[in-house]
């Protein structure tokens, strides 16, 4: 056998090859044809545009709800701020009550070595510094009530209570 014959025998064998998967692919065809893929298509394409238009509604509710956490966020900022000062004011308060304590203790005992009269002079003043200073911490007291009513009214206004996706 030459050359020439073995290249042909193989050049008959690819051909008949290529002659099966042309029937193959012909049936394929057909069957995809039969099977209405117009209409496979066009579900195809409805799903994806109501896939975007899903989208679209998420992004302007996670918009909307990002916008509203910010909001809810600075103002809860502003507030702890606030608290933050009245809590100091509290502290700066309860220090000048314990200094009164102190002196008061101290003019107890200074009052025992004095005079009746000098004695009675001294608890007077003590008791006005006593009282204007009880005042100014039920003021802090008030305001620090006040502000905790505020805060709660703030993240409840602006929490949402449900999914507005769903």
């Keep these: 056998m030459t050359a020439a014959a073995a290249i042909n ?10 002659l099966v998967q042309s029937v193959r692919m012909d049936r394929r065809i057909r ?3 039969d099977n209405n893929l117009g209409e496979a298509v066009f579900r195809l394409d409805r ?11 998420l992004r302007s509710v996670l918009a909307n709800d990002v916008a509203a956490r910010a909001e809810g966020a600075a ?28 002196e008061a ?13 000098t004695a009675q002079i001294e608890a007077a003043e003590s008791l006005a510094g006593q009282a204007s200073r009880a005042s100014a911490e039920a003021l802090a007291s008030a ?11 703030i ?6 209570r449900g999914s507005a996706v769903a």
Excluded: K, W, Y
């Design 47 to 57: 799903a994806t545009q109501q896939a975007r238009l899903v989208l679209d509604d």
């Design 9 to 18: 025998l193989v050049l008959v064998a690819v051909c008949l090859c290529v």
């Design 105 to 117: 203790q101290a003019a107890e005992v200074a009052a025992r070595s004095r005079s009746p009269r």
């Design 155 to 160: 993240l409840s206004a602006h929490v949402p």
């Design 75 to 102: 103002a809860a900022e502003a507030l702890r701020e606030e608290l933050a000062m009245m809590v100091d004011i509290g502290n700066s308060v309860a220090e000048r009550i314990s200094d009164a304590a102190s």
């Design 31 to 33: 069957t995809l044809r």
């Design 143 to 153: 305001r620090t009530t006040e502000l905790s009513s505020r805060v709660f009214d």
